[in-house]
């Protein structure tokens, strides 16, 4: 197919020494005009320094979101790229496709769309990128036939993302893929017809390490921890402190600890406080063969943490300190408190504000009572600095917590 716009400005774009989205759809322009006139618009933006997209609303039979509609601004000079709509696809529970899943995904889209996918958007979506209105309903179909669904778009749960986690991570404290599909498949309602105060974001990390990001990024955050003692091979540390020396071990082991709770012995060995180690993941990353995440494992569950919106950026907070998810009783547990903190969000989440500037205006401790939780000490990690924190009543409602704690040891 001829080339159809010069494009000077994206063409610089191609010089730099990684790779280039501009030669990857140059390529794909070849074969598609919708995409050659993206290119064309794309130029055309550089240019003239504005955008030419607008949104506006389009969707598939049943579903309240998850089509991005994209209509240009420029369709006399682009008119192949006049409407370039993107659906968003939840991907699968730890991103793991096999190639044959995906040679079928790319045959849909060279079907139904421009051919352009991006696997995955910040969201976690599979983002089929480029379709005519007409084309958005034949190509969902297509995709939902292999066994994919919609994402989530507009005031909404959104679509989920899970690490590469128990797959194939040592580190892995539960199922993450497990606890992902179960989440996921208890909220397609909400999922699919937006009907909440804004977005509202589950992800699941693995272990502390949170390679989804998720303690930034998560409306609700499950990352993996353990509550017995880091497990510790000597042998293998000896054999890491031989081979790497002693000056290394602590510069990069023992004095990056953030509680200063590991002790280099004269043999070599290590011994570790675990009562102050706060789970940072630093020294099992640092020496993988030597240790590793304790036997007794779960997760802790953080909730508000989200990018700048009505306030500054959150990271979560932390509601439940420990929660094991091994059993399917256990994913219900989870699951019902997702749909606690979604209900009484619901009801009390200004219009557009995300679950963590609610916990933000409310206070932390009426969120807590709102959805049935105790106050536990363990959510504070610096109590003279917590603005949560009141200390008037201390002592009462310290005999109050241990009397409480002592009832469920009992
Ligand atoms: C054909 C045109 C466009 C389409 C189909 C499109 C579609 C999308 C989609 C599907 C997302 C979600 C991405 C994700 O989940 O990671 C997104 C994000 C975003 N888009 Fe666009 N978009 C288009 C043009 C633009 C333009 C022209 C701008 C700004 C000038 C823009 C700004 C953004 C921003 C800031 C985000 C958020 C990115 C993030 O969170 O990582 N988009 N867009
Ligand atoms: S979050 Fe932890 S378990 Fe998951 S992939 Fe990353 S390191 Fe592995
Ligand atoms: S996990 Fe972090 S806090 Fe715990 S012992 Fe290792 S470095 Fe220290």
Do not use: A, N, T
């Given at each position: 197919m001829a080339k159809k716009h010069e494009t000077p400005n994206l063409d610089?774009?191609?010089?730099?020494p990684w790779p280039s989205f501009v030669t990857g759809l140059k390529r794909l322009a070849e074969r598609s005009d919708m995409i050659g006139d993206v290119l064309g618009q794309l130029e055309h933006s550089y240019q003239t320094r504005k955008g030419y997209w607008k949104g506006g609303t389009l969707t598939v039979r049943g579903y309240g979101g998850g089509v991005i509609p994209r209509f240009s601004e420029v369709a006399d000079q682009f008119p192949d790229a006049a409407e370039f709509h993107t659906l968003r696809i939840m991907p699968a529970p730890g991103m793991h496709y096999n190639t044959d899943i995906l040679r079928k995904l790319c045959d849909v889209w060279d079907e139904h769309g421009s051919g352009l996918l991006a696997l995955h958007g910040q969201s976690g979506d599979m983002m089929f990128q480029g379709a005519r209105s007409e084309q958005v309903q034949p190509a969902f179909d297509a995709i939902n036939e292999l066994g994919f669904d919609l994402g989530g778009a507009g005031p909404s749960v959104r679509t989920s993302m899970s690490c590469v986690g128990s797959a194939r991570c040592e580190?892995?404290?539960?199922?993450e893929a497990n606890a992902h599909r179960k989440v996921m498949n208890s909220f397609v309602d909400d999922l699919h017809r937006p009907s909440l105060p804004y977005k509202f974001k589950f992800k699941f990390s693995g272990c502390p390490n949170d390679c989804m990001n998720s303690i930034q990024r998560a409306d609700m955050a499950v990352i993996g921890t353990w509550r017995d003692d880091i497990q510790v091979k000597q042998d293998e540390v000896r054999k890491f402190v031989q081979e790497r020396g002693r000056h290394e071990v602590i510069d990069n082991v023992i004095t990056r600890c953030p509680t200063r709770c590991i002790t280099l012995k004269d043999d070599d060995t290590i011994e570790i406080d675990n009562r102050n180690c706060v789970r940072c993941m630093h020294c099992i990353n640092v020496m993988t063969k030597a240790l590793s995440p304790g036997q007794d494992r779960g997760a802790t569950i953080l909730v508000g943490g989200k990018r700048t919106l009505k306030i500054g950026d959150l990271f979560g907070t932390v509601i439940v300190p420990f929660m094991k998810l091994d059993t399917e009783e256990d994913l219900d547990r989870l699951v019902a408190l997702g749909e606690s903190i979604i209900d009484f969000w619901a009801e009390n989440g200004l219009e557009h504000e995300r679950c963590g500037e609610m916990i933000d205006r409310i206070g932390l401790a009426n969120f807590l009572e709102g959805i049935g939780l105790d106050v536990d000490?363990?959510?504070?990690?610096?109590p003279r600095t917590s603005s949560y924190i009141r200390t008037d009543k201390w002592d009462e409602e310290a005999e109050k917590w241990r009397a409480r704690q002592a009832e469920g040891a009992a």
């Open positions: 610089q774009l191609e010089s730099g580190h892995s404290c539960y199922s000490p363990s959510m504070i990690v610096h």
